[in-house]
C-alpha cells in the first residue's frame, strides 16, 4: 500500500471498483438476455413451418394455441410479481389494452399466413425490418413527432428494400403465384406489430412491465379462438404428438420465456442497445431457413435484405 495514500480512500476506490465492476457484469448480463430472447424469437418461423409439414393446420389455429399456452405462464408470473393488482386496469386504458390484444392476434395471424407463401426468411424480415419505419411514420402522424431527414432517409431505404427482397423468390425458379398475398400479409403482420407498439408506449410509464402484455396475450388468444372458430377451416385442434410439442413449444419457449428474458434485460440495458441486439432474430431465423429448409436469397434478395437492416439501424441510430 502506498505508505502517503490514506487507508480510507483505498477502500472508497476498492468499493467503487467493485460497485462498477458489478453494474458492468449486471448490464452484459441484461445484453446476453435481449440476445437471448431475439434469438428465442428467430426460432418461430422454422418451428411453424415445421408444423405445417407435420400436419393440416391453419395460421389462426397456429396463432391461437401459441398465445393461449403462453397466457397462463405470463399471468402467473405477472400474479406472483405484483399480485392481485395484475387486472387492475383504470377504465380510460382499457381501449389502449384491448388493441394490444387486438393487434397480437393480428399479428400472429398475418405472420404465420405469410410463411407458407413467401418462406421464413421472406416474412420474417419483411415483418421485422418494415415495423419500426411504421412506428415512425404512425408517431409522426398520431403522435406528432417530427418526420426528419434521417427518419424519411430510412423509410426510402426500406421501401426499396423491401422492394428488391420480395422480387426474388425464395429458392431458384419464380415466385409463387401467391407470393404477393405472403407480401402483403408480412407488411400487415408488421403494421399490427407496430400499433402494439406504441399502444405498449402509452401505457409504459403507468404499469408494470409484465401486466399489458400478460392481459393482452390473454386478449389475444380469446380473439383469435373465436377467429378461428368462425372461419372457413375452423379451430384446428388435432395434431400429432410432435406437432403439440411444437405448439408448446412455440407458446412456452420463445413467447413466454422469450419475453420473460427481453423484460428481465431491459432492466439494466439501454433501449438504444436492446433494439439493435434484436437483430439477432432475423440474422437467426434466416440462418435456420437456410439450414433447414434450404431457403435461399440471390444477390438481389441480399442486398434488400441488407438495405432493410440498414434502414433499421438507422432508426436505433436515431432513436430518441
Not at 60 to 78: D, E, K
Not at 219 to 234: D, I, W, Y
Not at 250 to 271: D, E, I, K, S, W
Request: proline share 5%; aromatic share 8%; with cysteine.
Amino acid at each position: 500500500m502506498n505508505q502517503g495514500q490514506p487507508l480510507s480512500d483505498v477502500r472508497s476506490k476498492k468499493l467503487a471498483g467493485a460497485s462498477f465492476m458489478a453494474v458492468f457484469t449486471e448490464s452484459r448480463g441484461g445484453l446476453l438476455l435481449v440476445m437471448l430472447a431475439a434469438a428465442l424469437w428467430g426460432t418461430v418461423g422454422v418451428t411453424t413451418k415445421s408444423l405445417y409439414v407435420l400436419s393440416v393446420t391453419n395460421p389462426l389455429s397456429v396463432g391461437f394455441f401459441r398465445l393461449a399456452l403462453s397466457a397462463p405462464a405470463l399471468l402467473a408470473a405477472c400474479w406472483l410479481a405484483i399480485g392481485a393488482r395484475t387486472f387492475a386496469i383504470a377504465r380510460r386504458d382499457v381501449g389502449a389494452v384491448v388493441m394490444i390484444g387486438a393487434m397480437m392476434a393480428l399479428y400472429q395471424a398475418c405472420y404465420f399466413a405469410a410463411i407458407p407463401r413467401v418462406g421464413v426468411a421472406i416474412a420474417t424480415l419483411i415483418t421485422l425490418c418494415t415495423a419500426p419505419v411504421i412506428v415512425a411514420a404512425l408517431s409522426a402522424l398520431f403522435m406528432r413527432e417530427r418526420l426528419t431527414r434521417t427518419i424519411s432517409a430510412a423509410m426510402i431505404c426500406a421501401l426499396a428494400g423491401t422492394t428488391l427482397l420480395v422480387g426474388i423468390a425464395p429458392g431458384a425458379g419464380p415466385l409463387p403465384a401467391d407470393a404477393p398475398a405472403g407480401v402483403l400479409l408480412a407488411l400487415g403482420s408488421a403494421t399490427a406489430y407496430a400499433v402494439l407498439t406504441l399502444c405498449s408506449r402509452q401505457l409504459a410509464n403507468r404499469y408494470h412491465p409484465l401486466q399489458p402484455i400478460a392481459i393482452g396475450f390473454t386478449l389475444g388468444a380469446l380473439a383469435l379462438g373465436a377467429f378461428a372458430m368462425a372461419s372457413p377451416g375452423g379451430l384446428v385442434a388435432s395434431y400429432p404428438t410432435a406437432g403439440w410439442l411444437r405448439l408448446l413449444y412455440l407458446g412456452l419457449v420463445p413467447t413466454a420465456f422469450g419475453y420473460f428474458a427481453f423484460l428481465a434485460g431491459m432492466r439494466t440495458t439501454p433501449a438504444t442497445v436492446a433494439t439493435i441486439a434484436t437483430l439477432v432474430e432475423p440474422l437467426t431465423s434466416t440462418f435456420l431457413a437456410w439450414l433447414l429448409f434450404d431457403e435461399q436469397l440471390g444477390p438481389t434478395g441480399w442486398l434488400g435484405a441488407l438495405l432493410l437492416l440498414a434502414a433499421m439501424i438507422v432508426l436505433y441510430r436515431k432513436g430518441r
